[in-house]
């Protein structure tokens, strides 16, 4: 692929693209709308190719490269993260305007894509379940249209468009672009995030927390190992490991306000070779989310603490591993104003949708916690049962995607205008 502007061949829509603005809705200046419904062709192609060509978090130098290649076609003089595997991009309005940023995400998930589709992935075990080739692409449309309003001088300040690795793992790849100069004199900062249980032309937006908090959370147990016929003369470790699976997370629950909606769950828990050795180790990892962040401050020592009581009585060694992840994304009032006019300008009174706080957690957060934004999410879904994000069968409805440029295109111009 060379360029975003054609299909590949044998390529079609699956569904109609909407080439054409919503019904109430307000067209984009300087005839922006005709501009996107002759890109959509070729950003529904972007889509798909960076489908196929999955990267997993920390090795996303194809991708990254792919969107330096599309943002030098529309003119714009992209830079590459340190590590070559993100990118961020100043589209220069008036030099004495503010700075606004928006951001996607571009990572891949370590899972076999198992739709029966053309863009299906092409890399064994790597699969974009989450929607984030579907947020680089809605970027990279922003980025095209907005650099044309750079080029006739109406754009009111600089948009900066950051394209972020590594969002699904820890250390996490917002600190690696906060490090590198991306919030260098950002005002406010937005993103969108695909959400299926929401049907395409709507996006849901809530003031305060909009995601939980998310941590790692790995105990190791270690003893002497030996017979099952003798447990009492040694530590059993099945035992001890039942244990801690089993009541550290409610007990965990039970030391916090029940309104801060931690849970604690363990995904994988393992423990010996043989049915009639008592092992010497064993190894249970799993998240913690929390919705409060007062108590996602207090998390670790809480979670230390049950674990050592619990442990205590089965004579087991503990070595636990508590690995700080990201607070909670808090969405600031102003930015989510700036958002839902936007929204009612992209899409119609219709547009706005309220949603939940999710126990998703989203890197996006530490932006926040250096300037206000907020993250919106995109309705993409589907005819018929929706897939949830993370799994390996997870695919969207494409005309979000014109969906998502045009409401981020609308957020930049009123955060621009409102920030002067």
């Not at 992935?121 to 974009?128: A, E, I, L, M």
């Not at 979000?400 to 957020?411: E, L, N």
Request: proline residues 7%; hydrophobic residues 40%; negative net charge.
């Amino acid at each position: 692929m060379t360029s975003a502007l054609t299909l590949p061949n044998g390529s079609h829509l699956a569904s109609s693209a909407w080439p054409e603005s919503p019904s109430g809705s307000q067209p984009l200046p300087f005839e922006l709308d005709h501009l996107l419904a002759l890109r959509v062709p070729g950003l529904v192609a972007t889509r798909r190719h960076i489908h196929s060509h999955p990267e997993l978090s920390g090795e996303e130098f194809e991708t990254a490269a792919l969107i330096a290649r599309e943002l030098s076609l529309a003119g714009l003089r992209p830079r590459l993260l340190p590590k070559g595997n993100g990118v961020i991009c100043d589209i220069d309005g008036r030099p004495d305007g503010p700075v606004v940023a928006l951001r996607a995400d571009i990572d891949a998930l370590p899972l076999t894509d198992v739709k029966d589709v053309p863009y299906r992935s092409t890399k064994d075990g790597v699969c974009h379940a989450c929607g984030h080739d579907v947020h680089t692409t809605v970027l990279l449309g922003v980025g095209m249209l907005l650099a044309q309003l750079a080029d006739l001088g109406e754009l009111d300040g600089r948009v900066r468009l950051i394209f972020q690795p590594a969002e699904e793992i820890l250390p996490c790849g917002s600190l690696e672009v906060i490090e590198a100069g991306g919030l260098d004199d950002v005002v406010q900062i937005f993103a969108l995030h695909c959400d299926p249980n929401q049907p395409v032309g709507k996006i849901g937006l809530r003031v305060g927390p909009i995601t939980a908090a998310a941590d790692n959370v790995t105990v190791r147990l270690t003893g002497p190992g030996g017979h099952t016929a003798r447990p009492h003369l040694t530590v059993d470790l099945v035992d001890a490991l039942g244990r801690l699976v089993t009541e550290v997370p409610a007990l965990v629950s039970r030391r916090v306000p029940a309104n801060s909606g931690l849970l604690l769950v363990f995904g994988h828990a393992s423990a010996g070779t043989r049915y009639n050795v008592i092992p010497s180790e064993a190894t249970a990892s799993g998240t913690l989310r929390v919705m409060d962040r007062d108590t996602w401050d207090e998390a670790p020592k809480i979670v230390a603490q049950v674990v050592r009581d619990v442990i205590a009585p089965t004579g087991a060694t503990v070595d636990l591993e508590y690995l700080r992840g990201r607070p909670p994304v808090t969405n600031d009032a102003r930015a989510i104003q700036v958002l839902t006019a936007a929204t009612h300008a992209a899409l119609g009174p219709d547009g706005v949708a309220e949603t939940p706080q999710s126990m998703g957690g989203e890197d996006f957060s530490w932006y926040l916690e250096y300037v206000p934004g907020a993250l919106a999410r995109l309705g993409v879904g589907r005819s018929g049962p929706n897939v949830d994000l993370h799994r390996a069968s997870f695919d969207v409805d494409e005309r979000a995607i014109a969906v998502g440029v045009r409401v981020m295109v609308q957020t930049a111009l009123r955060a621009l205008a409102a920030a002067r």
